[in-house]
């Protein structure tokens, strides 16, 4: 790796720290209470551990092939691996028990497989629901209308844990109309939070990336996924 990567990684981790440190105090919250993840597709090991010697202290893939191919060179005694792609059932049992939090789970079916791979390797695992903020045909998430129904089946599903909810919002051309998507899923999330469903728990908020995690910040989230800003525009070659 060039010595020009690393400074340009170097400088990128320091600046976003600063702005998820402004948001958070700008919202009313100390910067350890909001969570930095950067999501690593197409980044090489080599990066990504250089962030992780940064400070960086969550990573997150969305392809399970990708995940699996990096997955002995991560620096995973410093850092937490988790899954913030699109799932597919068959491929849950490849990733449980290697990854520390599923963020995308939107079906009883892919919960229900969660659950009986979890099983099956004597572990817990913990998941987000994502859902589908901007009910959009092309992206991937339960509707908001039908989250109570998904969240009262998984409650009752052996080793697994809904620790909060995921969002990609469509993609807006100002940071103001993405705020109405964000407010959204925050008003969504205090609801649920009320509720006080059995092993249910809503602890994490993960939504913000690049573009608009500072954003996403003042609306509530406590955790952002931001890729390209920290590693530069990915190379899908
Ligand atoms: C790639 C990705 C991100 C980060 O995207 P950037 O715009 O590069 O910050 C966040 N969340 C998910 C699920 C992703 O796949």
């Not at 993960?206 to 390209?228: C, K, P, Q």
């Amino acid at each position: 790796m060039t010595e020009k990567l690393y400074n340009d990684i170097e400088y990128n981790y320091k600046l976003i720290e600063e702005r998820i440190t402004e948001a958070a105090i700008k919202s009313g919250r100390a910067r350890d209470e909001i969570t930095f993840l950067a999501a690593t597709k197409t980044v090489d090991a080599e990066r990504i551990n250089y962030a992780i010697s940064l400070g960086l202290k969550y990573i997150g893939e969305n392809k399970v092939q990708e995940l699996l191919s990096k997955y002995d060179d991560y620096d995973l005694e410093n850092a937490s691996l988790q899954f913030i792609g699109h799932l597919q059932s068959n491929k849950v049992r490849q990733i449980v028990g290697k990854v520390d939090l599923i963020q995308s789970v939107d079906s009883v079916k892919l919960a229900k497989e969660i659950s009986k791979q979890s099983l099956k390797n004597n572990v817990n695992s913990d998941v987000l629901v994502e859902v589908n903020i901007g009910e959009e045909e092309s992206k991937s998430g339960i509707k908001a209308e039908q989250l109570y129904e998904l969240l009262d089946e998984i409650k009752n599903f052996d080793n697994i844990s809904v620790k909060g909810l995921m969002c990609i919002p469509p993609i807006c051309d100002s940071p103001q109309k993405i705020l109405k998507f964000f407010d959204k899923m925050n008003n969504i999330f205090i609801d649920i939070s009320g509720k006080n469903i059995d092993n249910i728990s809503m602890d994490i908020l993960s939504m913000g990336m690049s573009a608009d995690y500072y954003e996403a910040i003042l609306s509530g989230a406590n955790m952002v996924r931001v890729g390209s800003s920290l590693f530069g525009a990915r190379d899908y070659k």
